[in-house]
């Protein structure tokens, strides 16, 4: 199984790469495609038939055509996606899901509607979440062309798009989120892409019982100078039970005593969680 997690997530980084390539071919055709919403929540009883739609939408000018897919997929220890093939993970609900149509063509400036119908188990299973992505991929390639002078061609790429749509399903009796900081340490200073840093490392934990969002902000401040040091906060998300380990690089060029402080907010029902950290930061 890990190594169908290592095939799986180096033709994962293919993909984002290839994503790059899409993008600006794509715009070069005047092809935009849209997908909405990007997360199905399910939740029912045992032997229920629950059903959401997924619509995609397409500005541009030609057709485009998309066959269904599903695999299993879970974080890794710094919140990185696992793909694996679908019904393999234990919390996997690929095999409730029935997706129609499965080929789809979204005409051009127009849009087509994806049925999810989720087929719950006359018993369910012990955790309150089970979860898959459904893939929707091209299947009708286009030839992109970018342009130097006047109308030549200058190259032709191949645009082939895909979407991933989390699926969810949530046991009705599950309604408790609760995320934590269990651990906030400095791990010295370390090398990220060729770059020396100062790396921190916050441990964050899901004690709930469903999916949770959550956004982790930082407050960085010279206890000398009272200067802040800026940071953007991260948005995370989690299943019950999981950890993740959030990195926080500062710039080496950062010295002297800090205050850091560490805010994690999964909103209004729940309480804002507080780190602080004082350290001395030397060449």
């Given at each position: 199984?890990?190594?169908?997690?290592k095939?799986?997530?180096t033709?994962?980084?293919?993909f984002?790469?290839?994503l790059?390539i899409?993008?600006?071919?794509a715009?070069?055709?005047?092809?935009?495609?849209?997908?909405?919403?990007?997360?199905l929540?399910?939740?029912?009883?045992?032997g229920?038939?629950l059903?959401?739609?997924?619509?995609l939408?397409n500005?541009?000018?030609?057709?485009?055509?998309?066959?269904?897919?599903?695999?299993?997929?879970k974080?890794?220890?710094?919140?990185?996606?696992?793909?694996?093939p679908?019904?393999?993970?234990?919390?996997?609900?690929?095999?409730?899901?029935?997706?129609?149509?499965?080929?789809?063509?979204?005409?051009a400036?127009?849009?087509?509607?994806?049925?999810?119908t989720?087929h719950?188990?006359?018993?369910?299973?012990t955790a309150?979440?089970s979860?898959s992505?459904?893939?929707?991929?091209?299947?009708?390639?286009?030839?992109?062309?970018?342009?130097a002078k006047?109308?030549s061609?200058?190259?032709?790429?191949?645009?082939?798009?895909?979407?991933?749509?989390?699926?969810?399903?949530?046991?009705?009796?599950a309604?408790?989120?609760?995320?934590?900081?269990?651990?906030?340490?400095y791990?010295?200073?370390?090398?990220?892409k060729?770059?020396?840093?100062?790396?921190f490392?916050?441990?964050?934990?899901?004690?709930?019982?469903?999916?949770?969002?959550?956004?982790?902000?930082?407050d960085?401040t010279n206890?000398?100078?009272?200067?802040?040091?800026k940071?953007?906060?991260?948005?995370?998300?989690?299943?019950?039970?999981?950890?993740?380990?959030?990195?926080l690089d500062?710039?080496?060029?950062?010295?002297?005593?800090?205050?850091?402080?560490?805010?994690?907010?999964?909103?209004?029902e729940?309480?804002?969680?507080?780190?602080?950290?004082?350290?001395d930061?030397?060449d």
């Amino acid at each position: 199984m890990k190594n169908v997690f290592k095939i799986l997530k180096t033709q994962l980084l293919s993909f984002l790469v290839f994503l790059n390539i899409i993008l600006i071919s794509a715009s070069a055709n005047a092809q935009s495609i849209s997908i909405s919403p990007s997360r199905l929540f399910f939740t029912g009883n045992a032997g229920q038939e629950l059903t959401e739609q997924v619509t995609l939408t397409n500005s541009g000018t030609t057709s485009v055509i998309f066959r269904s897919s599903l695999m299993d997929w879970k974080r890794d220890s710094i919140g990185e996606k696992q793909y694996a093939p679908a019904n393999t993970l234990p919390s996997s609900n690929a095999s409730w899901i029935e997706v129609k149509p499965n080929v789809i063509t979204v005409p051009a400036n127009g849009s087509a509607i994806v049925t999810v119908t989720m087929h719950v188990p006359a018993k369910l299973p012990t955790a309150s979440v089970s979860n898959s992505m459904l893939f929707l991929t091209q299947i009708n390639e286009q030839l992109a062309k970018t342009t130097a002078k006047g109308n030549s061609p200058r190259i032709g790429v191949s645009v082939k798009l895909e979407f991933g749509v989390h699926v969810y399903f949530t046991q009705p009796t599950a309604l408790s989120k609760d995320l934590d900081i269990a651990a906030f340490d400095y791990r010295g200073i370390i090398t990220e892409k060729g770059v020396k840093v100062r790396r921190f490392a916050i441990k964050v934990k899901s004690n709930g019982t469903v999916v949770t969002d959550g956004t982790l902000r930082f407050d960085i401040t010279n206890q000398t100078t009272g200067t802040d040091y800026k940071v953007e906060p991260r948005a995370l998300s989690f299943l019950p039970g999981n950890e993740q380990v959030v990195y926080l690089d500062l710039p080496v060029t950062l010295t002297g005593k800090y205050v850091l402080v560490a805010l994690l907010d999964s909103g209004e029902e729940t309480s804002l969680k507080v780190a602080k950290k004082e350290i001395d930061l030397k060449d």
